[in-house]
């Protein structure tokens, strides 16, 4: 089991950055998938990006170039870095994280982009 927590959410301006965290409750060196969702009002949960125990990265479509996503096995943290920020990437953003069967997700932080 691991609980997460996220931080680092705010209001940014369009073209604006962030860097959300995410810090684990045990060691994560040995969690298989870590990443970061996004759900805008009246939208379904979407992937942001993902990151495996190796370090292999996944991205959508929408962040590729801006977002990165990145792994601190030493502080069992995951970081989403997001640059040029725009309108429609508002949303909560929830940290993931799949052990073995399960998923476990973190609480949400918002972040807004508005001028």
């Known amino acids: 089991q691991v609980q997460l927590v996220e931080s680092g959410g705010g209001l940014v301006q369009p073209g604006g950055s962030l860097r959300l965290s995410c810090a684990a409750s045990?060691?994560?060196?040995?969690?298989?998938?870590m990443g970061w969702y996004r759900q805008a009002p009246g939208k379904q949960r979407e992937s942001v990006a993902l990151?495996?125990?190796?370090?292999?990265?996944n991205y959508a479509d929408s962040v590729k170039g801006r977002f990165t996503i990145s792994r601190d096995n030493s502080k069992n943290t995951v970081y989403l870095q997001m640059s040029n920020l725009n309108p429609e990437d508002t949303a909560v953003y929830y940290c993931?994280?799949?052990?073995?069967?399960?998923?476990?997700w973190g609480q949400g932080t918002q972040v807004t982009v508005s001028s």
């Open positions: 045990r060691s994560i060196v040995s969690i298989n998938t």
């Open positions: 993931n994280a799949v052990v073995r069967l399960n998923t476990y």
């Open positions: 990151i495996s125990s190796g370090g292999a990265t």
